[in-house]
Every structure is written in C-alpha cells, then in structure tokens.
C-alpha cells in the first residue's frame, strides 16, 4: 500500500488511466488530490480543484504526477516550485521532456523521474519504460514501479540516453501494430475475404500470437519455426516478408526515425 500524499496534474487519458490503477493501492483516498481545469476526474472520489491556487494548506504532497502535454508543461510547473525542498517527488509521462528541462525548471534537488507508457495502459496492458535523476530514492522507485505497473509492465532503463530508441519501439510500437493489422485485414480483402471476415482474423492472429511469445518459454524464432512447414504456405509469406531483408529493414527503418525524432523533440 502507498502511504504517501499525491497530487494528479492533469486528468486526460493516460493521467485517468495511471491515477485509477493507483488509487485501489492507496491507504485512503484522503491522501490524493486531482488538479483539473475541467473538472474531469470527480468520479475519482478524491479531492479535486481546478488550480494549484486552491490546494489546501495543509496538504503536502510527497509524489506530483504529471499528466499534461509537453506544450504546456513548463509553464505549469512554475506553479509547483514551492514543492521543490527535495521532499516531493515529480513523475513526468509528458514525451520528449528531458530530466535536465525538469531539473532546470525545479532544481537539481528535486527527485524527478521521466517515464513513457503506451497507449494500452489504458486498458492495464502497457509497457513503460522509466529512469531518473540521482535523487531519487529506493522507496521512491518502487513507488514508481508499483504505479505503473498497475497499468502493466515497467522496465527501469539503465540511463535516460535509452529513452528515446524505447520510445521509437515502445511509446509509438501500438501505432505500428495497428499498421500491421490494418495491412493484414486490407491484404485479406483483396484475397477475397469479407471484410468483417478478414478484420476478426486479423486481429484474434495477433492478439494470439502476442499472447503465445509472452506466455511460452520458447523464443519468438522458436515459435515462428513452429508455424513453418517447409516449402508449406508459410514459407511463402515469409519468404516474401523476408526477401533481401526487406521486412527487417522496414521495421529498422521505422523504429530509427521515431528514435530520432524523439532526440529532436527533446532538443
């Protein structure tokens, strides 16, 4: 359970979704509060006010997270500077935001912890990838661990310099699924299947397939050589889908330019 105070910056998707996996681990929900300017999170059964001007007196809070887009995150954290004595601990899911932009924004002894989750946090089947700076404790990264592994998995990188390739893989990685199943049901179509057909295919072969690498003790190698038969159907798919390494140049391809594009929006 969590002891500790905690104020929510932001009540979007991804802030809604990581304070309703936290709350149930809470010791009492007199320890939250939500700061939205719309109102939204009173379902929450927390306290809520539109502004930081309106936080009470005498609430402390010992974890700020902040779930606000990139855009207007350094001006919102001016109205948070009273809490930078090094007893709160900042959590930023805001992309491309580096810790020295918070550190600069709120000193360098203020614990900040930089964290990516994707979009099937939403529904408690993330992955989140996490670092900080070097003031933030033990107790306070199994927090942080416990937070967002309440919306899935959560891996600590070993620097923040990792961040930006697990963003090209994992913080944009749902869109290029989606791609793909896209890609699947259109080539379905154009075989003959119905539409409906092909979509319900399409979407069950991944979502098994997926299911099938995180379960098994076999590697993805493994378990894709188990679907191959010799000069068989899938040996055709394959052979086109690796023809001149076409398929794992794409995706190299793919993940590099979100990579770098992630370096560019944090400069």
């Given at each position: 359970m969590i002891s500790q105070n905690i104020i929510l910056v932001g009540c979007g998707k991804m802030g809604s979704a990581?304070?309703?996996?936290?709350l149930p681990n809470l010791e009492s929900k007199s320890q939250a509060l939500v700061i939205s300017p719309s109102g939204k999170g009173s379902d929450f059964g927390v306290n809520l006010v539109n502004s930081p001007s309106q936080i009470p007196q005498d609430f402390k809070p010992?974890?700020?997270l902040l779930a606000v887009k990139p855009q207007i995150i350094g001006n919102v954290l001016e109205e948070y500077k009273k809490y930078t004595d090094g007893n709160t601990l900042f959590i930023s899911v805001a992309a491309g935001k580096t810790i020295k932009f918070f550190e600069d924004k709120l000193g360098k002894q203020t614990p900040i912890v930089r964290a990516m989750p994707n979009l099937p946090s939403l529904i408690k089947l993330g992955a989140t990838t996490i670092c900080a700076n070097d003031i933030v404790t033990e107790t306070q990264k199994s927090i942080t661990?416990?937070?967002?592994?309440?919306?899935?998995?959560a891996i600590w990188l070993d620097s923040e310099?990792?961040?930006?390739a697990?963003?090209?893989?994992?913080?944009?990685?749902?869109?290029?699924?989606?791609?793909?199943?896209?890609c699947l049901i259109e080539a379905g179509i154009k075989e003959g299947l119905p539409q409906d057909t092909a979509t319900e295919l399409a979407i069950s072969t991944v979502l098994g397939s997926a299911?099938?690498?995180?379960?098994?003790?076999?590697?993805?190698?493994?378990?894709?050589?188990?679907?191959?038969?010799?000069?068989?159907?899938?040996?055709?798919?394959?052979?086109?889908?690796?023809?001149?390494?076409?398929l794992q140049k794409l995706i190299?391809?793919?993940?590099?330019?979100?990579?770098?594009?992630?370096?560019?929006?944090?400069?």
């Open positions: 990581l304070f309703g996996g936290l010992e974890i700020i661990t416990g937070l967002f592994e309440s919306v899935g998995m310099s990792q961040m930006d697990a963003t090209g893989l994992a913080g944009s990685g749902p869109a290029y699924v989606f791609h793909f199943i896209e299911v099938m690498a995180n379960n098994s003790d076999n590697t993805v190698i493994q378990l894709k050589e188990q679907v191959i038969s010799p000069n068989g159907t899938t040996q055709a798919g394959i052979d086109a889908l690796s023809k001149d390494g076409s190299q391809n793919t993940v590099s330019a979100a990579t770098r594009r992630s370096q560019e929006l944090a400069e």
